[in-house]
Every structure is written in structure tokens, then in C-alpha cells.
């Protein structure tokens, strides 16, 4: 289980949601302008952990979804089968090897995540992070406040379509995330983001 936690982490970056937006105004509206269109996405993901000194730690690939407001599915298909899967209030934590899933409420935290940037909530996404352009399709994000799992936050565009995530944490941990096959706005059935527990799974609910 403590892949799939890692799994988790890369997609929870806990951030404050109280502070003022913060960057360079062009900046904010360019991004909105990227991201307002997108009301869903489906792509296959290349994630890599690597460590401060650039020694790779972790490398996966698998199906990345989410749909307006909160939906959310990411499905490691290599090298262990793993899923992280919410519908907006409950979200589940597969791992099939161990036989084991984790389900605990969709929180605020959880909220705050790389997902956010597809969530439709940009007026969220604006006060948890300030926002700059760092060169053409590159926006750096940093959280308005401290205490986050993750120091900074780095999308990338190409021609108008989020081509790759970055996040470094405090230590020089970066986990990047490179979007392929993407495709925006399909349309995504209901139940891909209501994860059916299989029967004989050890299950492990969290109030949080």
C-alpha cells in the first residue's frame, strides 16, 4: 500500500484555499483562458519520482480521466495494477496485489490537487496558488502558504492542450506527469468514477 499512498500524494497537494489570488494578472488570464474550455480529459499518463539529485525512484504509466466538478480517475496499469478513483464525495484507493482498498471522503484537502486545474473552480485554483508564466504554455504555481506536501506546481501546454505536470516538494522531490493519446472534452460515463469493491478485498474506510 505505500505505492498507492504515493500515488495519492502526487495527486494531493495539500494547499491553503484562504489566501488572496496572487501573480501576474496576464498571467492568471491566460491560464484561465487554457483551462476554462477543458470540461473533461482522458489521457494515457508517464509519471517519474526522482530524488533530489535527479535519481530516478518511481516510474509508472497508466489512464489519467477527471470530469467536472470532482471527478476523478487515475489508473496505474504499469508496473502494479493501482487505482485512485473518486466521484466527487467518496474516494477510493485500490491496490489489487494486496488485496486491499482504502475509501474515505472526498475532503478539502483532496480537493486541492493537480486535478483542480480541471475542475472548472479556477476561482479556487487563483487563491491557492500564485500564479506565474514562467516562458510560452510554461505556468509555475506555488502555494500561497506554507505547509504544503508540495513546494511548487509546473503545467505545460501545447498547442492549447496540457501536455505535462510537474510537482517538487520541499526536499527536491519532483514528480513529473506527461500527458499522451490525450483527448479533451470526451464524454465520460457516471459510473467510471464509482469504484465496485470486489468481493473478498480486505476494506479499510477513514472517516478523515
Known amino acids: 500500500m505505500r505505492l498507492i499512498k504515493s500515488i495519492a500524494t502526487a495527486l494531493c497537494l495539500v494547499a491553503s484555499l484562504t489566501t488572496q489570488a496572487g501573480g501576474t494578472p496576464g498571467h492568471i488570464q491566460q491560464l484561465r483562458d487554457l483551462l476554462q474550455p477543458i470540461t473533461s480529459l482522458s489521457a494515457q499518463f508517464e509519471q517519474q519520482i526522482t530524488d533530489a539529485n535527479g535519481f ?35 474516494l477510493w484507493l485500490y491496490d489489487p496485489d494486496l488485496e486491499q482498498v482504502i475509501v474515505q471522503p472526498f475532503d478539502a484537502n483532496i480537493e486541492s490537487t493537480p486535478a483542480i486545474l480541471f475542475s472548472g473552480d479556477l476561482d479556487q485554483l487563483d487563491s491557492a496558488y500564485f500564479i506565474h508564466q514562467s516562458s510560452k504554455g510554461v505556468f509555475e504555481l506555488t502555494p500561497e502558504q506554507g505547509g504544503s506536501l ?30 499522451t493519446e490525450l483527448v479533451l472534452n470526451p464524454e465520460l460515463a457516471a459510473d467510471l468514477f464509482v469504484f465496485d469493491i470486489p468481493a473478498g478485498v480486505d476494506v479499510i474506510r477513514n472517516a478523515n
Open 56 to 90: 530516478e525512484m518511481h516510474a509508472a504509466t497508466g489512464l489519467f480521466q477527471v470530469a467536472q466538478p470532482n471527478n476523478l480517475r487515475w489508473v496505474v496499469e504499469q508496473p502494479m495494477v493501482q487505482q485512485v478513483i473518486s466521484d466527487g464525495v467518496t
Open 150 to 179: 508540495f513546494s511548487s506546481l509546473q503545467i505545460t501546454f501545447a498547442n492549447g492542450a496540457p501536455e505535462s505536470i510537474a510537482l517538487t516538494d520541499g526536499l527536491g522531490q519532483v514528480t513529473r506527469i506527461r500527458f
